[in-house]
Every structure is written in structure tokens, then in C-alpha cells.
Nanobody, 123 residues
Framework: QVQLVESGGGLVQAGGSLRLSCAASGSRFRLNAMGWYRQAPGKQRELVAAIPSGGVTNYADSVKGRFTISRDNAKNTVYLQMNSLKPEDTAVYYC?????????????????WGQGTQVTVSS
């Protein structure tokens, strides 16, 4: 089983910055696409940024120019650098990863979610 551990959330003033990280761990696996989602109270979970294995990134319109997603394949870690934070960025941020894993010689696809980390931006 592949597990994701997130860190970096917290409270920050508007205009400030935070860097989220998410490390994947497991026995035998490889990561393909990774991404960050967020969910604010009363709203549906939405994609913030994604970075497939090829490295071509996607961003929600609301964060373009402010957020940057990156990954370190050697560390099985994905990052989200958040600059110029706004109060509307306040949400629980979730790490997501998809890939392949080996169980008893059988290759299986998987999708894992982190536990979520709270980001609060004060006005």
C-alpha cells in the first residue's frame, strides 16, 4: 500500500507564502501523475495543480501565476509552492498520487490520497 504524508500547512497573512510537501512511501511502486486538491467549507474538492510523469503542469485558473507545483522523483515527493496567498485560498489541501505497484508479481494501478493539511490565509 502506498501512503502519502503531507506537511507545510498553517496560518499565514494575505500576501504571504507557504510550501506544501507530500512524500509517498511503500514497498514496490512507481509514481505517475501527482497533484494537489483543495476543499473549502461548503464547496466541492477541486484540482489546484497537477504534474504528470512527463512534467507538464496544469493549474487552476485561480492560482496561475501564484502557485508552482514540482516533484522530486528521487524522494518520491511532490511540492506546492504558494505565493501571494489570498483569503480565498483558505482550504484543506490534499495530496493525490497515481501510479503502479507490484503485489506478488502482479502489477496493479493505484490512487492514493493524503490526510489533508489546513491552509488558512488571514485578510
Amino acid at each position: 500500500q502506498v501512503q502519502l504524508v503531507e506537511s507545510g500547512g498553517g496560518l499565514v497573512q494575505a500576501g504571504g507564502s507557504l510550501r506544501l510537501s507530500c512524500a509517498a512511501s511503500g514497498s514496490r511502486f512507481r509514481l505517475n501523475a501527482m497533484g494537489w486538491y483543495r476543499q473549502a467549507p461548503g464547496k466541492q474538492r477541486e484540482l489546484v495543480a497537477a504534474i504528470p510523469s512527463g512534467g507538464v503542469t496544469n493549474y487552476a485558473d485561480s492560482v496561475k501565476g501564484r502557485f508552482t507545483i514540482s516533484r522530486d522523483n528521487a524522494k518520491n515527493t511532490v511540492y506546492l509552492q504558494m505565493n501571494s496567498l489570498k483569503p480565498e485560498d483558505t482550504a484543506v489541501y490534499y495530496c493525490n498520487a497515481a501510479g503502479d505497484m507490484w503485489n506478488s508479481g502482479v502489477l496493479r494501478s493505484f490512487e492514493s490520497w493524503g490526510q489533508g493539511t489546513q491552509v488558512t490565509v488571514s485578510s
